[in-house]
């Protein structure tokens, strides 16, 4: 099994900051994209951030972003430790949600691609 543990949510005043982590452990021959969703009341999971596994980096590869974070989130990586970590910067009241993290996982060497999901960590923006 894989396990993802998301932490760094919490209630920020609109404009402040803050840094999302997550971390996978388990069964884990390849950390392929790793993402961050995110899914406001009333509405539906949609795409944060993404980024590839860039290789043998360790840092990561490729990045693509929702046009609506462009600017203010920056999502990284730790391959080393099996890390995703998502930096939000200039934070608005419709960033409000709750974060879940992403990750695209082969188990074994012969193995195909699973996708595995978070916990969810609750963003709040509110003055």
């Known amino acids: 099994q894989v396990n993802l543990v998301e932490s760094g949510g919490g209630l920020v005043q609109p404009g402040g900051s803050l840094r999302l982590s997550c971390a996978a452990s388990g069964s884990i021959f390849r950390l392929n994209a790793m993402a961050w969703y995110r899914q406001a009341p009333g509405k539906q999971r949609e795409l944060v951030a993404e980024?590839?596994?860039?290789?043998?980096?360790?840092?990561?590869?490729?990045?693509n972003y929702a046009d609506s974070v462009k600017g203010r989130f920056t999502i990284s990586r730790d391959n080393a430790k099996n890390m995703v970590f998502l930096q939000m910067s200039s934070l608005k009241p419709e960033d409000t949600a709750v974060y879940y993290c992403?990750?695209?996982?082969?188990?074994?060497?012969?193995?195909?691609?699973?996708?595995?999901w978070g916990q969810g960590t609750q963003v709040t923006v509110s003055s």
């Open positions: 980024v590839t596994s860039g290789g043998t980096s360790t840092s990561g590869g490729s990045t």
């Open positions: 992403l990750a695209r996982v082969q188990r074994t060497p012969l193995s195909g691609q699973w996708s595995y």
